[in-house]
């Protein structure tokens, strides 16, 4: 199985801030990387696909990139909506594997 | 719009089944493939399984061989998930999401609001 590893497990930033977190995986997965946000008591919802390509109706302020075993997903400027537990997921191979999610705070 | 409307809460005794029900519209329900995935209280997500609508082939995760069971009713546009001989650790949110292809490489776009099993003596 493909192991995916996020970091950090979470962060606390204040609104407006940039942040970045990280998804690496245990080989090589091309590009088949999405990234998901799970605000609390709700399913999660698809902001990224394809490592770096944004979902429709996703703010611009969210981006990934990289491909092959390291990722990221960066807010330029975070919001107080932005609160939420973020998860890596890749598609490359079965079984599908998540990271075990990124959860951002305000300070 | 895509919609995915999952059945309701559920309370199990160990070692019963429980079957939950997904319902599609607002897409043709047999060009996507629909995953499993659920979410223990306060961990994250586990996926479990995926089903090809259109012939009803599946693929599950290995810690669920034997026990899972991934159904579809092209009738009614609904996908069911069978787990037997439940156990306290199921206890879970479980929720379909759908594939955003007809692919076994395709990955998750859209989820529903997930169904809240809990296993309880």
């Known amino acids: 199985d493909i192991q995916m590893t996020q970091s950090p497990s979470s962060l606390s930033a204040s609104v407006g801030d940039r942040v970045s977190f990280t998804c690496r995986a245990s080989?090589?997965?091309?590009?088949?990387l999405d990234w998901y946000q799970q605000r609390p008591g709700k399913a999660p919802k698809r902001l990224i696909f394809?490592?770096?390509s944004l979902q429709s109706g996703v703010p611009s302020r969210f981006s990934g990139s990289g491909s092959g075993t390291e990722f990221s997903l960066t807010i330029s400027s975070l919001q107080p909506e932005d609160v939420a537990t973020y998860y890596c997921?890749?598609?490359?191979?079965?079984?599908?594997?998540f990271g075990q999610g990124t959860k951002v705070e305000i300070k | 719009q895509v919609q995915l409307v999952q059945s309701g809460a559920e309370v199990k005794k160990p070692g019963a089944s429980v079957l939950l029900s997904c319902e599609a519209s607002?897409?043709?329900?047999?060009?996507?493939?629909m995953h499993w995935v659920r979410q223990a209280p306060g961990q994250g997500l586990e996926w479990m399984g995926v089903?090809?609508?259109?012939?009803?082939?599946?693929s599950y995760a290995q810690g669920f061989q034997g026990r899972v069971s991934m159904t579809r009713d092209t009738s009614t546009n609904t996908v069911h998930l069978q787990l037997s001989s439940l156990r306290s650790e199921d206890t879970a949110v479980y929720y379909c999401?759908?594939?955003?292809?007809?692919?076994?490489?395709?990955?998750?776009?859209?989820w529903g609001q997930g169904t809240l099993v809990t296993v309880s003596s």
């Open positions: 999401a759908r594939a955003d292809g007809n692919s076994w490489s395709s990955a998750i776009d859209f």
């Open positions: 089903i090809n609508p259109s012939g009803g082939s599946t």
């Open positions: 997921l890749q598609h490359n191979n079965y079984p599908r594997t």
């Open positions: 607002g897409y043709t329900f047999t060009n996507y493939f």
């Open positions: 394809g490592a770096s």
């Open positions: 080989q090589d997965i091309r590009n088949d």
